[in-house]
T-cell receptor, first 112, second 113 residues
Framework: RKEVEQDPGPFNVPEGATVAFNCTYS??????FFWYRQDCRKEPKLLMS???SGNEDGRFTAQLNRASQYISLLIRDSKLSDSATYLC?????????????FGQGTTLQVKP | DTEVTQTPKHLVMGMTNKKSLKCEQH?????MYWYKQKAKKPPELMFV???????INESVPSRFSPECPNSSLLNLHLHALQPEDSALYLC????????????FGPGTRLTVL
């Protein structure tokens, strides 16, 4: 079983749609959780850290369920510019030498 | 805009060449990382430096040799690479704190002939 699992998609949605990505992680000792976005042939960029209480940044909402070991990302009012691969990332250790564990990524294509 | 810079952007080298990748961060971060990423795969961790000391080596072949001259700079020395080492090499940095958010540079796209 992979340590971090995501549905690879692709998710093809029209502009303005709401889309949700899910991610599960296998190690209950996981400490920190993130969503990164990666455009084709570019570097991953931090989209959001995910907090236990859930957090929102504009059209993006992230949720964490530690009991179910599950993370989600909701994108409302999708834009063409949201087309990218979304990487679910967890860390096991405290910060100092934190090793990021990546999911395989979920591809989103927003169409006009 | 990234505050982690990497040079060169592209590199083509033969299997007998020696080259170096360079990374610099201007955020005062004390942890720096090298990742390798193949097409349609997530990044794979290679090395971690914490406070300028190597803290993690993910069993990387010795033809890859990291160096951290100071807290802002990270190098990756390459020697006798194989064609399968062709990939995007990403540098990242993070502050020492509870959340370990890592910030990536734009990467060096390496082709080994």
């Amino acid at each position: 079983r992979k340590e971090v699992e995501q549905d690879p998609g692709p998710f093809n949605v029209p502009e303005g749609a709401t889309v949700a990505f899910n991610c599960t992680y296998s190690n209950s000792a996981s400490q920190s959780f993130f969503w990164y976005r990666q455009d084709c042939r570019k570097e991953p960029k931090l989209l959001m850290s995910v907090y236990s209480s859930g957090n929102e940044d504009g059209r993006f909402t992230a949720q964490l369920n530690r009991a179910s070991q599950y993370i989600s990302l909701l994108i409302r009012d999708s834009k063409l510019s949201d087309s990218a691969t979304y990487l679910c990332v967890v860390t096991l250790s405290p910060s100092n030498t934190g090793k990021l564990i990546f999911g395989q990524g979920t591809t989103l294509q927003v169409k006009p | 805009d990234t505050e982690v810079t990497q040079t060169p952007k592209h590199l083509v080298m033969g299997m007998t060449n020696k080259k170096s990748l360079k990374c610099e961060q201007h955020m005062g971060h004390r942890a720096m990382y090298w990742y390798k990423q193949k097409a349609k795969k997530p990044p794979e961790l290679m090395f971690v430096y914490s406070y300028e000391k190597l803290s993690i080596n993910e069993s990387v072949p010795s033809r890859f040799s990291p160096e951290c001259p100071n807290s802002s700079l990270l190098n990756l020395h390459l020697h006798a690479l194989q064609p399968e080492d062709s990939a995007l090499y990403l540098c990242a940095s993070s502050a020492q704190g509870d959340y370990n958010e890592q910030f990536f540079g734009p990467g060096t796209r390496l082709t080994v002939l």
